[in-house]
């Protein structure tokens, strides 16, 4: 008996109607987001998902290493699955095209050294069902505190790659649907 490929992570989206929390990560937890034509390129990409994939984008961050968003659509896991591949390769053109050697060999640890291949980010996204009205505030508050909490700002609307600026009737870097309760 032959099983359909299920891809390498337990993480899964079932129920597309419910909003995620969505948590992807650097490989090699690279501080890649500190460079203002990655965060960039991730930012457009996060437009065009909106745009042209019609995802509803509630709240994001990016962090050094991460980023956090709240995201709901249809096939939400190969729409990420796509973001990350693209992000993934045009990131990697930028580094290669400006000469960051550095981040280029680390992005080439944990795979295959015969391979030319990078990996940009880790595994999966971590997705996680948003069922209710308090969680969703819940998850949101998390994302605009994260900068907080890490001691870059602070007060959210201060972190320029977030969504708190948006939720404050403020124009943001990424416009979303704010989420009213």
């Given at each position: 008996m032959v099983l359909p490929y299920m891809g390498r992570s337990r993480y899964k989206i079932y129920e597309e109607h419910y909003p995620y929390f969505i948590t992807s990560t650097f490989n090699d937890q690279l501080s890649l987001f500190a460079d203002q034509e990655v965060a960039k390129i991730v930012l457009n990409s996060l437009r065009f998902l909106q745009e042209e994939r019609l995802i509803?984008?509630?709240?994001?961050?990016?962090?050094?290493?991460?980023?956090?968003?709240?995201?709901?659509?249809n096939n939400l896991s190969d729409k990420l699955r796509k973001f990350k591949s693209y992000t993934a390769r045009?990131?990697?053109?930028?580094?290669t095209e400006t000469n960051r050697t550095y981040y280029l060999k680390r992005l080439k640890n944990g795979v295959n050294k015969e391979n030319s291949e990078y990996k940009v980010w880790q595994e999966s996204f971590h997705p996680k069902q948003i069922r209710t009205t308090e969680m969703m505030?819940?998850?949101?508050?998390?994302i605009h505190f994260n900068p907080v909490k890490a001691g870059f700002v602070n007060r959210e609307i201060e972190w320029r790659y977030s969504s708190a600026r948006?939720?404050?009737?403020?124009?943001?870097?990424?416009?979303?649907?704010?989420f009213d309760r």
């Open positions: 509803t984008l509630y709240a994001y961050v990016f962090m050094h290493d991460h980023l956090h968003c709240i995201m709901a659509g045009t990131i990697i053109d930028y580094l505030i819940q998850k949101i508050s998390y948006n939720y404050e009737g403020l124009d943001g870097l990424v416009p979303i649907r704010v």
